[in-house]
T-cell receptor, first 118, second 113 residues
Framework: GAVVSQHPSRVICKSGTSVKIECRSL??????MFWYRQFPKQSLMLMATSNEGSKATYEQGVEKDKFLINHASLTLSTLTVTSAHPEDSSFYIC??????????????FGPGTRLTVL | GENVEQHPSTLSVQEGDSAVIKCTYSDSASNYFPWYKQELGKGPQLIID?????GEKKDQRIAVTLNKTAKHFSLHITETQPEDSAVYFC????????????FGAGTTVTVRA
């Protein structure tokens, strides 16, 4: 199946610093990539939709200046959490769409990044 | 928008028994229904999916059924094993060209040895 990687898998940072998370589709070119946030024992919450070469589309309530998304190529999207605070601590997961042939794309997820802000 | 409800929230089964998780959706235009398995500390893994032109799909011990009239779909796991213990999420895509998944709340499955 399609493989999506994320880096780093785990990061601990001090309050006020910025953290960048990379998401890569390893063996396919993704038409669209997504960024999710997941709190313990909860479902995935979509933060933004990212398309290569264009601005990301953010979900309601997600601050675009806080969570910067750059989609530089069809295989790489980055999420930067700017001026991180303890309430930003969470599990961040990206996904990438594997283009379908005449049908809906299939979405594959990365392994997630555990962010802890002290 | 699409609203996906998932039941039960927790499910405990004896090893070797079957597990069934049910989801309902609200948007009749939804046409793609994937199921994901998430182990602790990991990202969701696609285990099976079904499209609206099919009523049932099977892959070894896993099967998914879809009832478009009633707007519900179910995941069936037979001959459960301890490694099946995880959180399972159903999802739906509301429209043909809208790639955003709407997720259910998740079901924590525990397989007792």
């Amino acid at each position: 199946g399609a493989v999506v990687s994320q880096h780093p898998s785990r990061v601990i940072c001090k309050s006020g610093t910025s953290v960048k998370i990379e998401c890569r589709s390893l063996d396919f070119q993704a038409t669209t990539m997504f960024w999710y946030r997941q709190f313990p024992k909860q479902s995935l919450m979509l933060m933004a939709t990212s398309n290569e070469g264009s601005k990301a589309t953010y979900e309601q309530g997600v601050e675009k200046d806080k969570f910067l998304i750059n989609h530089a190529s069809l295989t790489l999207s980055t999420l930067t959490v700017t001026s991180a605070h303890p309430e930003d601590s969470s599990f961040y997961i990206c996904s990438a769409n594997l283009p379908g042939q005449g049908s809906t794309d299939t979405q594959y997820f990365g392994p997630g990044t555990r962010l802890t802000v002290l | 928008g699409e609203n996906v409800e998932q039941h039960p929230s927790t499910l405990s089964v004896q090893e070797g028994d079957s597990a069934v998780i049910k989801c309902t959706y609200s948007d009749s235009a939804s046409n793609y229904f994937p199921w994901y398995k998430q182990e602790l500390g990991k990202g969701p893994q696609l285990i099976i999916d079904i499209r609206s032109n099919v009523g049932e799909k099977k892959d070894q011990r896993i099967a998914v059924t879809l009832n478009k009239t009633a707007k519900h779909f179910s995941l069936h796991i037979t001959e459960t094993q301890p490694e099946d213990s995880a959180v399972y999420f159903c999802a739906a895509i509301p429209r043909r060209n809208d790639y955003k998944l709407s997720f259910g709340a998740g079901t924590t499955v525990t397989v007792r040895a």
